[in-house]
């Protein structure tokens, strides 16, 4: 069972990566999954929300819990510096 303090050690490791380009690697179900570039935007108490820019003009905005993170739902490989860091 995951406890608060997991959570808060995830929560900790995405903030010191706002405002850096982000892969998301999201698993929608049935063997769908969804591979998107975008920014780490913010991170809240509950939530982290990404922007994925959809061309034509067109922003997105993502949000997913912590406990995704957790439960390996969502993966988020941080792009700095020509290197590739995962957060979990």
């Known amino acids: 069972m995951a406890t608060r ?15 850096q380009k982000v892969t998301l690697k999201a698993n929608k179900g049935r063997k769908k999954t969804l591979i998107r570039e975008g ?14 820019d959809g061309g034509y003009d067109s922003v997105r905005r993502v949000s997913y819990s912590y406990s ?19 957060v979990s």
């Open 5 to 19: 303090t997991t959570l808060n050690e995830i929560r900790s490791n995405i903030e010191g990566f706002v405002g």
């Open 39 to 52: 920014i780490l935007e913010n991170t809240y108490p509950n939530i982290f929300v990404v922007r994925i």
């Open 68 to 86: 995704d993170i957790l439960t390996e739902t969502v993966e988020i490989t941080v792009c700095k510096d020509n290197k590739q860091i995962k």
